[in-house]
């Protein structure tokens, strides 16, 4: 019985330690690095997440999808807090007016890559919801190109088997 137990036990963390962690260790890195300071939210939640997979494979050792999922999750949110620390850190340095140059530079930028007008004399809110307006506006475009050409792929079909 206790044979078969220590195989249970190392199974399991090798399965952690597959799955979680790179997590970990990240997770870990970013502590000693003072997340708790710079990004406590971000934090927070990657603890949370990762603790969450951590429990899940204890307990469904054997459900690999869904194992690979929250393990995923908690990762990307661990990469996620690192991107926070970083660009909080990167804010510490600027001041306020920077801030809203850099910002409204990305949103300028977006702007740009739409085709649509120059629309920094508007609030970022107002520059965001017309930049996902324009999306929206392209993405339909877009299907109904695809839509077309499925069409006219099928009436090429129709008239090369006429001839």
Known sequence: MKVSQEYSDLELRAIKEDLIGEARIRLA??????AAKIAPVSLRESEKLLKEADRFISAHRYESEKMRQKSFAALFQIKRLEQVMAQTTKIDTLSAEDIVLWVENHLHQATLKLQA????????????QNIYQAITALQKNNQQLEKKIEEDR????????KK
């Open 154 to 161: 099928e009436l090429f079909k129709v008239l090369m088997e």
């Open 117 to 128: 007008p120059d629309q920094r004399d508007q609030s970022w809110e107002m520059q965001a």
């Open 29 to 34: 890195s970013a502590k000693k690095n003072k």
